[in-house]
Nanobody, 115 residues
Framework: QVQLVQSGGGLVQTGGSLRLSCVAS????????AGWYRQSPGKQRELVAH???????EYADFAQDRFTISGDYAKNTIFLQMNSVKPEDTAVYYC?????????WGQGTQVTVSS
C-alpha cells in the first residue's frame, strides 16, 4: 500500500497560521479522493476537508472560511493551509485517502493552538 508521511504540525498562537503536508510514496492523489481529518481527546474523528482528483473540494463548516486544502499531484502531496486558527482547532490531524470502501491514513500530526 501507499505510505503517507505527514509534516507541518506544531504549536501556534490563536489567529496564526500553519501548513500541513502529506506526501504519498507514489501517485495517489490524482487517482483517489483524499482529505484531512482531525481528532481531539474524547471526540470522534471528524472531516476537515476533502479533495478529489478533479480538484473539487469540500469543507467542514468550521474550516470553510479559514482552511484551504490543495494538492500538488506531480509531487504526490496534499496540503492543508490553516489560517486564523482557534484553540478549538487543537487536535491530531490526519491525512488519508479512500479506495472503494477502504481508508488509508498518515501517521497523524499534533496541532496545538494556544490562547
Amino acid at each position: 500500500q501507499v505510505q503517507l508521511v505527514q509534516s507541518g504540525g506544531g504549536l501556534v498562537q490563536t489567529g496564526g497560521s500553519l501548513r500541513l503536508s502529506c506526501v504519498a510514496s507514489e501517485n495517489t492523489f490524482s487517482l483517489y479522493r483524499a482529505g484531512w481529518y482531525r481528532q481531539s481527546p474524547g471526540k470522534q474523528r471528524e472531516l476537515v476537508a476533502h479533495i478529489w482528483p478533479s480538484g473539487t473540494t469540500e469543507y467542514a463548516d468550521f474550516a470553510q472560511d479559514r482552511f484551504t486544502i490543495s494538492g500538488d499531484y506531480a509531487k504526490n502531496t496534499i496540503f492543508l493551509q490553516m489560517n486564523s486558527v482557534k484553540p478549538e482547532d487543537t487536535a491530531v490531524y490526519y491525512c488519508g485517502y479512500r479506495v472503494g470502501f477502504n481508508d488509508y491514513w498518515g501517521q497523524g500530526t499534533q496541532v496545538t493552538v494556544s490562547s
